[in-house]
């Protein structure tokens, strides 16, 4: 391809509207133009890369033994109905109607649809199991788009889906999935953390999200550099400071006047935070919740609302607090019995806690659970923080940001059950379909690949995703025989195979052509100039190396076909 062909051309200056860098030098390099907040057009150059990334993905989901179907976009409201998902997606679902009147939706994702299919398709566990995959549209309104291609509300993604009859059976196709994933991610050239990560309301027991490290990344995983043990902020767990066993001690009521906050009741007391326990006032589902976490902790709302099985979750307001008969700021658990009450395994660490004394300005020392009160659910809830240890060999974990490009997890028979997919069993007896979901953003992970892989100049593609291999500048071009050299260069790299992208620019400068060249970064730049032509050689230089090289003109293909990230 000759840049005087392309459609797209590279900005000098960065857009105003760009939040990231991946925004930013997408925008710039032409990869993509903004239809309207957060709809993009993907333009050529990042076309091209796309369609590679889906052709890995394709062979590895072959491979793992998935058979690639394309299901609509446009999908009845009714089957989202029988489901609840139409409620639980509420606004970020987008709703139509035909020219009949009867609603539709632009799905969202395919479980609904494809729950279907295999129920019209699969009678007995002679048919299981069934791994079936699309790359597909999908939209989602979200609230707030940002970060060019990181969180859009038009999309594609690659979404597989597993039918098995068994959890033995399930967790063979599981696994086959997780490790497809690496292998897409290892043949992008995009190394990621495999994060344990929670299941949401309908997910089973196994659910991993695939992390892209960067340090402008929405997401948080936490990880261990000595075990590799990783989880997102969601559901990771941290070995916490071990409180020394003491003899328990009376309830002894002290004035604490003005103290509201733990910080500030460890500083009036002269003690720790850790010997104390902070009271948290939730509305779950309308209903109020008393939660105790040892002073140090934090509360973990996804771990809390899983444990509630809530639907909805959310910090109590003060009315609802004052209403409850709550006293904010003194409140604890000792006394409480008509209040749901919450209760994270530190309480059970340690004894003699200074807790809230349920009236105004006033606290308890000596508290112990379970003498002086008691809860209804006694469960990590806590959120794992770096510096605490590792919950599998208790080395000091550290928090990593990232983008994710990818999740995978165990659905159960949520589905099966609610679309009435069935199979007969060995017995003869009809048992729900066990599914697993499996998804990746393909747009997604092209920025998450620019959003590691860039510095101060522009873009640097891993060559396996790059839309070209090749980046050929010819410099001069008014010089003839610089224009025959270049123009023969750029011939024999396509017929040779080489995927190149040919600056045929007569009207741009040397230094502009330059620049474009490292704001798009693909893998190998060849300058051809009235210096290098009477010297009968090419400017040979990699995206990722500082220097670069002067290589014979009849050994610039031999020399590009020696470089395994090429061919």
């Not at 539709?104 to 729950?115: D, F, G």
């Not at 079936?132 to 990181?150: C, H, M, N, S």
């Not at 550099?225 to 969601?234: K, M």
């Not at 025989?481 to 007569?506: F, N």
Request: net charge negative; hydrophobic share 40%.
């Amino acid at each position: 391809m000759k840049v005087t062909q392309l459609v797209t051309k590279s900005l000098r200056d960065d857009p105003p509207e760009a939040e990231t860098a991946s925004h930013r030098l997408m925008l710039r390099a032409g990869l993509i133009y903004q239809v309207a907040a957060g709809i993009y057009a993907s333009l050529p150059l990042a076309y091209k890369s796309l369609r590679k990334i889906e052709n890995i993905i394709r062979e590895e989901m072959d491979r793992a033994g998935g058979q690639e179907l394309l299901m609509p976009a446009l999908q009845p409201l009714e089957l989202w109905e029988q489901t609840g998902r139409g409620a639980a997606f509420g606004d970020n679902l987008f709703s139509l109607e035909d020219r009949r009147g009867r609603p539709m939706v632009l799905a969202p994702t395919h479980e609904e649809v494809v729950t279907g299919i295999v129920k019209a398709n699969v009678q007995s566990y002679r048919d299981l199991p069934v791994i079936l995959y699309q790359i597909q549209t999908k939209f989602r309104d979200e609230p707030r788009p940002r970060a060019g291609l990181v969180r859009v509300r038009e999309f594609a993604m690659k979404d597989a889906y597993s039918f098995n009859a068994d959890e033995e059976s399930l967790d063979d196709s599981y696994q086959a999935m997780a490790q497809a994933y690496k292998n897409i991610y290892r043949r992008c050239g995009l190394p990621v953390l495999m994060a344990e990560a929670d299941s949401g309301a309908i997910g089973g027991k196994d659910s991993h999200e695939f992390i892209l490290a960067t340090p402008t990344g929405e997401d948080t995983v936490i990880t261990c550099p000595a075990c590799g043990y990783t989880a997102n902020a969601e559901k990771a767990s941290g070995v916490y400071h071990e409180l020394s066993a003491e003899d328990e001690e009376s309830l002894e009521e002290v004035s604490t006047p003005g103290v509201k906050t733990i910080d500030g009741l460890a500083q009036y007391l002269n003690i720790s935070d850790e010997k104390t326990f902070k009271a948290v006032f939730y509305m779950a589902d309308g209903e109020v919740v008393f939660v105790t976490i040892r002073g140090d902790l934090e509360v973990n709302d996804i771990k809390l609302k899983n444990a509630l099985r809530a639907s909805d979750l959310r910090l109590a307001d003060d009315q609802e607090v004052a209403k409850a008969g709550l006293v904010a700021g003194s409140a604890s658990a000792i006394g409480i019995h008509d209040i749901k009450r919450v209760g994270d395994l530190s309480i059970t660490r340690g004894n003699n806690f200074v807790v809230g004394g349920n009236k105004p300005d006033t606290h308890l020392r000596g508290a112990n659970y379970p003498r002086d009160f008691q809860v209804d659910i006694l469960t990590d809830i806590a959120l794992a923080r770096p510096g605490q240890g590792c919950p599998n060999c208790g080395q000091p974990l550290e928090a990593v940001r990232g983008v994710e490009v990818g999740h995978i997890f165990k659905l159960g028979t949520f589905f099966s059950e609610a679309l009435g997919a069935n199979y007969l069993d060995r017995e003869g007896q009809h048992q729900p379909i066990i599914m697993g979901c499996y998804g990746i953003g393909v747009g997604r992970l092209l920025a998450a690949a620019i959003e590691q892989n860039h510095d101060d100049k522009g873009i640097m593609f891993p060559a396996p995703i790059a839309p070209y291999q090749v980046h050929l500048v010819g410099l001069n071009l008014a010089d003839e025989q610089v224009a025959e050299e270049a123009e023969r260069l750029y011939q024999e790299l396509k017929d040779q195979g080489i995927e190149v992208l040919y600056d045929d620019r007569t009207d741009q400068t040397a230094g502009v052509k330059l620049n474009d060249v490292d704001l798009l970064g693909l893998p190998v730049r060849l300058v051809v100039s009235p210096r290098n032509v009477k010297a009968g050689v090419v400017e040979f230089k990699q995206r990722l190396d500082e220097t670069s090289s002067l290589v014979p003109a009849g050994e610039v293909v031999a020399t590009l076909q020696a470089m395994p990230e090429i061919t």
